[in-house]
T-cell receptor, first 114, second 113 residues
């Protein structure tokens, strides 16, 4: 059971480049989300999805796009990377969108935009 | 979110002592709370959770206390070990739809030999 898998682990981008962070889970979870983590701050929600075909914005969605074509995959796209997007990104999933269920995290993707 | 500071609060404890990590939450309607542990270079890992209809829950070497009156959550770690060194986050269900978690900024626990 792989859980939540993120790729790549590390990436360096130039300002203006685009890229996609991949996230996959094999637990058949309905809910998936992307967070970013910056020094001295908690995890901040970027986008989330409560099921295939459904996505919504979180606290800090600007500069990011997502899609949810399957239950398993939830890629995060940076269309034109900016230095402010230098951060650690975590994908997470949980069984349902209702409260009371633990959220499981991937191992993180370290992104540097120069 | 607002910048709550560049430096995490740090708690240093002697190996074998008990640790208490505190967290203030924001939403009085939150009904579910989790503590996570994050080691360097890794994703957050679940430690223990508690629902709002409880004020205490115990796990293996860990206890979570919930005080809804003052919106305060604490994590107690008994007989702290070097492997407990990490950043600890509390999280609450932060919206009225029960969908998304809101995370605190975290506390760094350092265990001294």
């Amino acid at each position: 059971n792989a859980g939540v898998t993120q790729t790549p682990k590390f990436q360096v981008l130039k300002t203006g480049q685009s890229m996609t962070l991949q996230c996959a889970q094999d637990m058949n979870h309905e809910y998936m989300s992307w967070y970013r983590q910056d020094p001295g701050m908690g995890l901040r929600l970027i986008h989330y999805s409560v099921g295939a075909g459904i996505t919504d914005q979180g606290e800090v969605p600007n500069g990011y796009n997502v899609s949810r074509s399957t239950t398993e995959d939830f890629p995060l796209r940076l269309l034109s990377a900016a230095p402010s997007q230098t951060s650690v990104y975590f994908c997470a999933s949980r069984p349902t969108r209702n409260s009371g269920n633990t959220i499981y995290f991937g191992e993180g993707s370290w992104l540097t935009v120069v | 979110g607002e910048n709550v500071g560049l430096h995490l609060p740090t708690l240093s404890v002697q190996e074998g002592d008990n640790s208490i990590i505190n967290c203030a939450y924001s939403n009085s309607a939150s009904d579910y709370f989790i503590w996570y542990k994050q080691e360097s270079g890794k994703g957050p890992q679940f430690i223990i959770d508690i629902r709002s209809n409880m004020d205490k829950r115990q796990g293996q070497r860990v206890t979570v206390l919930l005080n809804k009156t003052v919106k305060h959550l604490s994590l107690q770690i008994a007989a702290t070990q070097p492997g407990d060194s990490a950043v600890y986050f509390c999280a609450e269900i932060g919206d009225n739809y029960g969908q998304n978690f809101v995370f605190g900024p975290g506390t760094r626990l350092s265990v001294l030999p």
